[in-house]
């Protein structure tokens, strides 16, 4: 594993040197996406295997990259582990080279050293002491398990002694008070957690009690915050990203630090992580990439990323990674996979050909030939109409249709459907007439 890990991290470099561009912009990404055989472009999860691969969690499959090619891990969707987890996709790897991919309604297991899914996760939940079905699931760095069961009690497995402990009952003042725990992080001795009414509390691992609890974000967080990420700086300060802020905690003085936040119609913070030099990147659903210096707090937005075509990357943005090289992989909604490394000046989407027309391959979501022949496109900033015999390249009912369109079809009786991403879809009367918005 370790010389597969080794060539993989080679591999990465020599994509960064192969890739050469002028040193007027800041920041360059390679996309990796379906023309590089990743399964499909909708990016759900991000994680470091163990072994130096990265994990990709698409919205159909896992993918497994090295560098070079993916591996794909199928799974039969009638023996799934079935469970009320509604919150976002996330992948754990514990101590015994498996991956639990907590999903939207249901639980996977996957074991790394056979390739194969573990179906029987109720029998391997029991060894650890839980009877009752589960809602969450957490893995700490050391490995040790934090499992929330349907009736709300809230339990740790450690795997060194492997004993289980109750940390609250389902049942009890204050479960029934604050809530259930949604994110947690451990820093050395320490684990944060974070519950549904706001509160964090700081659990000791040596005296298996909690310290102190802190409520600034009760009242703010609630069970509806279904964007939340923590991470523990090389001190052990905390921090916290929410829907519509990243806040900064000093463990010392025990303060809070506003650092930045965001506004808008479906705007929002999606995701964060901390790179090898304890700066903070995060996404957002509308706003691109935001970088933090963890020393000075300055904060850079990319609301849209340069590319080296001369074109721009705009798309909503589910999740980051920085990985131990100093690179940053970037998972979008709908536009795959992007890497960026300290080599690289500039954003870059390695597939796209150079042409007259700014409607390229990065931006392009669907096609339809219309009757005349003529080719209906649609593309991140709305409807265009291409003329192959001229290759004329027009936008259509701009006025009415100016954002993300990911579906064209016809009806039988000619009218034309687009649906869009955030307003809904409309109906082209006879492929080409009035426009109606449902």
Same mark, same amino acid.
């Given at each position: ?35 590089? %055989? ?6 759900? *999860? ?8 990265? *994990? ?221 030099? %304890? ?160």
């Amino acid at each position: 594993m370790k010389n597969m890990a080794k060539m993989f991290w080679a591999l990465i470099s020599f994509v960064c040197l192969v890739f050469p561009c002028k040193s007027v912009e800041q920041y360059k990404f390679r996309l990796i996406d379906v023309p590089d %055989g990743l399964s499909d472009n909708q990016i759900r *999860g991000l994680s470091m295997v163990p072994d130096g691969r990265v *994990g990709i969690r698409t919205a159909s499959i896992l993918n497994i990259y090295d560098g070079a090619s993916f591996e794909y891990f199928p799974y039969d969707k009638d023996r799934k582990y079935v469970w009320t987890y509604s919150r976002p996709p996330k992948e754990y790897y514990d101590g015994k080279d498996r991956v639990w991919m907590k999903e939207l309604r249901y639980l996977l297991l996957l074991d790394l050293k056979t390739n194969a899914f573990n179906y029987d996760i109720q029998g391997e939940l029991e060894t650890m002491g839980i009877d009752k079905r589960l809602k969450n699931l957490f893995i700490d760095d050391a490995k040790n398990y934090w499992f929330q069961t349907e009736d709300n009690t809230f339990s740790f497995y450690d795997v060194g002694k492997h004993k289980k402990q109750v940390i609250d009952r389902g049942d009890s003042e204050f479960t029934q008070r604050y809530g259930v725990p949604l994110e947690l992080a451990q820093y050395k001795n320490f684990c944060w957690i974070v519950y549904s009414s706001g509160l964090i509390r700081c659990w000791d691992y040596t005296s298996s009690d909690f310290l102190f609890q802190d409520s600034r974000f009760e009242g703010i967080i609630n069970e509806y915050t279904d964007r939340l990420y923590l991470h523990p700086d090389s001190v052990g300060n905390l921090w916290l990203m929410y829907n519509n802020g990243i806040c900064f905690y000093n463990r010392i003085l025990r303060e809070w630090r506003d650092v930045t936040s965001i506004s808008g119609i479906s705007n929002f913070f999606t995701c964060m992580d901390m790179d090898r030099n %304890g700066d903070i990147w995060a996404g957002t659903s509308r706003s691109g990439l935001r970088h933090i210096d963890g020393k000075t707090f300055a904060v850079s937005e990319m609301p849209d990323m340069p590319l080296t075509n001369g074109g721009m990357l705009h798309n909503d943005i589910y999740t980051v990674m920085s990985d131990p090289r100093g690179g940053l992989w970037v998972g979008t909604l709908f536009q795959g996979l992007c890497y960026y490394h300290p080599s690289m000046q500039k954003f870059q989407l390695a597939q796209t050909s150079p042409g007259s027309s700014y409607i390229t391959n990065e931006s392009v979501r669907c096609f339809l030939e219309d009757e005349d022949g003529t080719v209906l496109v649609g593309s991140g900033k709305g409807l265009f109409r291409f003329h192959p015999e001229t290759h004329k390249v027009e936008q259509i009912f701009k006025d009415e249709i100016n954002e993300l369109v990911l579906s064209l079809s016809r009806d039988h009786r000619g009218n034309i459907w687009v649906g869009t991403f955030l307003k809904g879809f409309y109906q082209i009367c006879g492929g080409g007439g009035s426009v109606s918005i449902f």
